[in-house]
């Protein structure tokens, strides 16, 4: 049986939002009053949501190790001869019991369960709340119940990600608890299945509730202000800024990417969520980065982001670890970009070619800090972690295609090249799906370096990752639940 420790609530204390600084997301300090006290008018709703993406933004999480740092290491994205890191070296084997892999898989479950704890207790106290408390009324309340919805389903979904086998491996027994009660210190596993209903159910009631936030003519959800730095519409950084949140768009994607995950019968569901995203993003606020976007700074293409994190701090852990004689070098990028290398932005904005000691590497700058005249651009890019982008509904609709309409397939992969600034994109000779896969793979691995989503492409198909030597079993593609979970 798994059993989750007891968790402590930690209360997050909200920054007052005020002036023209984007810092309204910066780790605010612990306060210790009660949740009576701190649940009687509605900032103190903010302040608990806000304190949840504050905790899931850092270091251990997706500021570093569940995107660029940990999970891009499994996902054989980097060649570590210049890499002082001892986790990384060992977890690159899937060493999962090493001593210095397994604390590192401890703290991810600690902290996402914490996190979960956090929302559940939000959750109950938001849906019994009188609107009247908080400023924005109803639409507030609904909007802080969707948020704190969509990220106990996203969490418990990177859970199972990591932590269970894939559904394509048709797995048995029962594996994760799904924690939806607060406090709840002894919740029960439960098999893969179920816990993908579970899933897509808090996903779904998210989504549903966000559609009045974020698709109606009053909604703050502006291109200007998604990730800006100045205040939107409504003057409130927190009813503004969606980009950084939980929102209609990044929902209905991430809805997309679980069911894709699950497959067989999920998958027409999952291609309906990313077509009908497709074509409303087609009507709104996202495109591709331009040129004159990422000469200005914008190096993480951040125009197609549906929905991130924020945290000022990312420079400093890219710093950390990428320095002048140690670093994450990028596996194979000769091979993976070819002929096309010049002319990709991908590889011409976010990929360094460096030489050591005779020997050229490649880096990935994306969570580079940015020197000289930095523009506003470049002060969003330093602080943003893109989570799930469009054009991952791109692939997810020209993979779930290519059997039915190969043309129409391919020019889903067409677009997301032509939109990476390459001209003259001719997929018609990819008649054969062993042949598509391959182009949509590898175009994947430039689209997503650092953002930890490569591995979990590979054990959605069950499907040993280029570069590890030998054939992938669940042994390499399931993290084991820490020792200290485990009666």
């Not at 997309?256 to 074509?279: C, H, M, P, Q, V």
């Amino acid at each position: 049986m798994v059993i989750m420790r007891k968790l402590n609530i930690f209360i997050l204390l909200y920054l007052t939002l005020i002036g023209s600084s984007c810092n309204w997301l910066e780790v605010p300090f612990e306060d210790r009053i009660s949740e009576e006290e701190l649940f009687k008018n509605g900032d103190g709703y903010r302040r608990v949501l806000v304190g949840v993406y504050t905790s899931i933004s850092t270091e251990a999480l997706y500021g570093k190790e569940l995107t660029w740092g940990f999970m891009d290491v499994i996902g054989q994205m980097y060649k570590l001869d210049n890499s002082s890191s001892l986790v990384y070296k060992k977890a690159i084997q899937y060493s999962w019991k090493n001593l210095q892999v397994a604390p590192v898989m401890e703290q991810i479950w600690c902290n996402i369960y914490n996190a979960i704890a956090n929302c559940n207790n939000l959750i109950q106290q938001v849906q019994k709340a009188d609107s009247s408390l908080f400023a924005f009324k109803g639409g507030e309340q609904k909007m802080i119940l969707a948020e704190a919805l969509a990220l106990r389903g996203m969490l418990h979904f990177d859970l199972l990600r990591i932590f269970a086998p894939a559904p394509v491996t048709h797995p048995t027994g029962n594996w994760l608890p799904y924690n939806k009660v607060h406090p709840e210190t002894i919740p029960t596993p439960i098999t893969v299945d179920a816990f993908l209903e579970n899933v897509f159910a808090d996903l779904k009631e998210a989504q549903k509730l966000l559609e009045d936030v974020d698709l109606s003519n009053k909604s703050a959800f502006q291109k200007i202000a998604r990730f800006g730095i100045a205040a939107g519409i409504n003057n409130d950084r927190f009813i503004d800024h969606r980009g950084y949140r939980m929102n209609y768009y990044s929902v209905s994607a991430l809805l997309a990417r679980a069911y894709f995950y699950a497959g067989g019968k999920y998958e027409e569901l999952a291609y309906n969520e990313a077509s009908e995203l497709i074509e409303l993003c087609n009507t709104t606020y996202f495109s591709f980065s331009s040129e004159d976007d990422i000469r200005l700074g914008d190096i993480k293409f951040y125009g197609d982001v549906l929905g991130g994190l924020y945290n000022e701090e990312l420079t400093d852990f890219d710093k950390a670890v990428n320095g002048t004689t140690q670093y994450l070098a990028l596996n194979n990028i000769e091979a993976i970009y070819g002929e096309e290398l010049e002319d990709d932005l991908r590889y011409k904005n976010q990929v360094e070619k460096y030489e050591d000691k005779g020997v050229y590497y490649y880096r990935l700058v994306k969570y580079r800090e940015q020197t000289g005249n930095v523009l506003s651009n470049a002060e969003i890019s330093s602080c943003l972690i893109p989570l799930i982008r469009l054009s991952e509904m791109y692939y997810i609709a020209g993979e779930y295609l290519f059997d039915k309409d190969p043309e129409k397939a391919q020019s889903m992969l067409a677009h997301i090249k032509t939109g990476r600034g390459l001209l003259n994109v001719d997929l018609s000779n990819l008649l054969v799906r062993e042949d598509y896969m391959n182009v949509l793979e590898n175009d994947m691995r430039r689209e997503l370096a650092g953002e930890g989503q490569i591995f979990f492409y590979y054990k959605r198909l069950n499907k040993t990752i280029p570069g590890f030597v030998g054939s992938m079993t669940n042994d390499h593609f399931v993290a084991p639940i820490p020792d200290s979970e485990k009666i």
